[in-house]
């Protein structure tokens, strides 16, 4: 649905009939909720009240710096959900009126309303600096008369240079202006506007974000059909949306997790390297026994090996059995790779073939999607005959988590939650009477939380990790998350990355991507360069189509780029996992565009190519055969700790690399904690742990932590340069630590333990 109501900025189109806001009439408190009334003319005198629409407007805040706009045209129409969870903190609200505006303040965030005659507008400051706006022509119910269907929109003013960011995982230009955005799930590949997880919430460079609470297909036209404008419709009688200030970015990405939850904390060991079988490959327990021997053979560390679509027989997807004539006995073939170390991850997905058994249990059970007349609801599409689960029917859920429970207690150890995006709309009945079009988005939350929460209930929260493929708002309280299908080419390759930052402006902490490319296959030298990309994102698994993915048929440089990748990724496991951390207790990104780790650097607001992996590490992926690239580093002084060499900051670099380099600088005044174990992600983080000294300058401190495999902060660093000395204080756990500084020659390193 791209939705456009007007002609240019003067004349609507002749099919639509808009009521806009057009001044202030009255207002009312009903407790901490402001509700402000305004008519849709001026009016001059009081025949003028009559025969006119009106819009009534409440604010409220469910916690401090979020202020939530509710706009109601008609109020007696049904307006049912589902709704995006929401947290509820009892903010201190401030609501007072003076000769010429109506103020509602919660924390330093402010909606000023302007009661001046045919003067509508609302403007929303932190402090005394404006945010946004809405205004003139903005708010309004527009009704399409061709289409007998009515819509509410409102138009929220984009500053001089602001750039809008997210609205889930998007593929098309990572900064938003000029695009129009629908909130629509589906099943579209990489290379389109069609996305996998559509998040209804954007953030900007000025520091602030705005969540649409409407899980329905809600269209955005971005600097688009009016230029200066972020305008959002949604067709009904009602608008709901959070302005959400955490004054930074990065802020706001943390404020919006408080509102709509913040991630898991994934376990260590899902940090490690994943394998598949692929897709539509042909393969057996002779041929998974084989990569994984051939990784041994190649001392290639392994983590967890994925079974996709067909470890179940064909045409029954799903019915989360073991097709017998591949795998003659899974228990005893589960068991072996748990012996070599290995986690377990099967593929599933909700929808259930009419040739399953599980179908007709469903049917008879009522555990099933029905149309409005009570029939199963049905389809060709991806199986024959298949049927959903209705997770608004709480036995259907405890029916298909009983099902997937069966898998864990054989051996299974987490799940690929594939699809969720195919969602029927027309004449649907759903168990809980939540409206279809709603439900399209939504029906992924359910989903990925039924899988999620089964997985903590049998594993412990400590434990459970999903690879999801949809999402929408709140999602991101279930990693890890990975970007769908696509293509074996350096395009899709930058395009995956961009889908990937896009994400994480919507408090996505943990990504992953299928690292080589999904469809077709890659040259060795594409597969050599996603390796490195790969292995430096949160998680990390080579996944295809049609062919294998192991690195030894591409070539055999592949196989040491990949071990080596790898084993890296495995020692920089205490400053991940602290990272990881951090995500699950504040909601901020592992992996994070360049603008939201640096808010003051303009050449930082449209990089794409580049991202920050936690706090300290700056990745550039190489997309180029020549093994060129280039990157921005950010002011100060930054060390490569693939080159150990000093790189100068504040400028553009054009670089070339081979396989086994790229640009991966630490920033200067840091402390970089490394592990003594190359071969797994999940060990004593502060055994053996070296923490090195990035580039400290005089009179400078640094600090740093180092978690257990519980995400706990078990040792604390901090050092300090004075002339040629560094003290380093240890307190906390204490392993056999080690100091190295990089950087800078003839220090005298001074380290002091405290238990």
Known sequence: MSMKFTNGYWCIRKEMTPLY???????????????????????????????????????????????????RHFEGTAYKGPFVEVRQANPHIEIRETANAVIYQSGSTKAVINKSPDSWGIRFLDGNRE???????????????????????DALSIDVDEYIYGLGERFTPFVKNGQTVEMWNEDGGTSSEIAYKNIPFYITNKGYGVLLDNEGDASYEIASEKVERVQFSVEGERLDYY????????????????????????????????????????????????????????????????????????????????????????????????????????????????????????MENGYLLKKENGDIWQ??????????????????????????????DMGVDCFKTDFGERIPVKEIGYYDGSDPVKMHNYYTFLYNKAVFELLVQERGGGDAVLFARSATAGGQQFPVH??????????????????????????????????????????????????????????????????????????????MVLEKFIKLKC?????????????????????????????????????????????????????????????????????????????????????????????????????????????????????????YLI???????????????????????AARRDGNKIMVTVTGQIGKASCKALGMEGMDIIMKQQT
């Open 482 to 559: 990975w970007g769908g299908d696509c293509s074996a080419s350096y395009p899709s390759m930058a395009e995956t990355l961009r889908s990937g930052l896009s994400l994480s402006c919507g408090g996505f902490g943990f990504w992953s991507h299928d690292v080589g490319g999904f469809e077709n296959t890659a040259t060795a030298d594409i597969y050599k360069r996603w390796c490195q990309f790969g292995l430096l994102s949160t998680h990390s698994r080579l996944h295809g189509s049609s062919s294998y993915r192991v690195p030894w048929l591409f070539d055999e440089e592949a196989c």
């Open 571 to 691: 020692r920089l496991m205490p400053y991940l996992y602290r990272q990881a951390a951090i995500s699950h207790e504040k909601g901020i990104p592992v992996m994070r565009p360049m603008f939201v780790e640096f808010p003051g650097d303009r050449a930082c607001e449209t990089l794409d190519k580049q991202y920050m992996l936690g706090d300290l590490l700056l990745v550039a992926p190489i997309f180029k055969e020549s093994g060129e690239v280039e990157y921005y580093v950010p002011e100060g002084k930054w060390y490569n700790i693939l080159t150990d060499k000093t790189v100068e900051g504040g400028e553009w670099k054009k670089e070339t690399y081979d396989y086994f380099h790229m640009p991966l600088l630490v920033r200067q005044n840091s402390i970089l904690a490394m592990g003594n174990n190359h071969r797994r992600p999940d060990y004593e983080y502060v055994e053996g742990v070296t923490l």
């Open 243 to 362: 302005v959400i200030n955490g004054h930074t970015p990065k802020g706001t990405i943390q404020k919006y997790t408080e509102l709509t939850g913040k991630p898991a904390l994934p376990p260590a060991w899902s940090f490690g390297l994943w394998l598949t079988t692929s897709f539509t490959t042909d393969y057996d327990e002779k041929t998974v026994g084989g990569f994984i021997q051939g990784m041994e053979e190649r001392d290639i560390p392994l983590h967890v090996f994925h079974f996709d679509c067909y470890w179940m027989e064909a045409y029954e997807w799903c019915n989360f059995t073991w097709d017998s004539k591949t795998f003659p006995n899974p228990k005893d073939m589960l068991r072996r790779y748990h012996d070599k170390g290995l986690k377990i991850c099967v593929w599933i997905n909700p929808y259930i073939g009419q040739k399953s058994p599980l179908f007709r249990e469903g």
């Open 21 to 71: 806001a057009v001044e202030y009439a009255d207002s009312k408190r009903n407790g901490d909720e402001l509700i402000i009334y305004a008519p849709t003319k001026h009016v001059a005198h009081r025949g003028d009240c009559l025969n006119l629409g009106m819009l009534t407007v409440r604010l409220s805040s469910p916690m401090e710096d979020v202020i939530k706009v509710s706009i």
């Open 131 to 153: 945010l946004t706006n809405t205004g003139f022509r903005n708010m309004a119910s527009i009704t399409n008369n061709g289409l007998g269907k009515t819509y509410m929109v």
């Open 379 to 408: 389809t060709d599409m991806w199986q024959a005959g298949m049927g959903l689960v209705d997770f608004t029917n709480p036995a259907a859920v405890l029916w298909y988590q009983g099902k997937l429970k069966a898998l864990l």
């Open 695 to 717: 580039l400290m300058e005089d009179g400078k401190m640094a600090y740093t932590e180092i978690p257990d495999l519980q995400g706990n902060s078990v040792m604390k660093v």
